[in-house]
Nanobody
Framework: QVHLVESGGGSVQAGGSLRLSCALS????????MTWFRQAPGKRREGVAT???????IYADSVKGRFTISKEKDTHILRLQMDSLKPEDTALYYC???????????????????WGQGTQVTVSS
């Protein structure tokens, strides 16, 4: 059974940085697409950044140039480095994993079915 644990959230001022981590266990797939999502109050969950086992990365337009997704080599730890944070980045952040899916689908929550508890990011102006 896949288990995901997100951590690293917190409260920062606009322009600050945070680094989120996602510890994955129980995943036995040969291929993968791993994605960070976020959900702000009253809004749908949206894909922020995705990484697949080919090394491809895709970012939502709203975070391009500010966020960086990475996976620690030979581990099941996914990271999200968030720089130049804005108040609109405030949300509950989740990670998820599934067998490889084409990048165009890997930012859609409909492609994923397993979620952690999330970690809260709050950015004040």
């Amino acid at each position: 059974q896949v288990h995901l644990v997100e951590s690293g959230g917190g409260s920062v001022q606009a322009g600050g940085s945070l680094r989120l981590s996602c510890a994955l266990s129980g995943y036995t797939g040969i291929t993968y697409s791993m994605t960070w999502f976020r959900q702000a109050p009253g809004k749908r969950r949206e894909g922020v950044a995705t990484l697949d086992h080919f090394g491809n990365t895709i970012y939502a337009d709203s975070v391009k140039g500010r966020f960086t997704i990475s996976k620690e080599k030979d581990t099941h730890i996914l990271r999200l480095q968030m720089d130049s944070l804005k108040p609109e980045d405030t949300a509950l952040y989740y990670c998820s994993v599934r067998p490889y899916v084409v990048p165009s689908l890997a930012l859609s929550e409909n492609s994923f079915h397993t979620w952690g508890q999330g970690t809260q990011v709050t950015v004040s102006s």
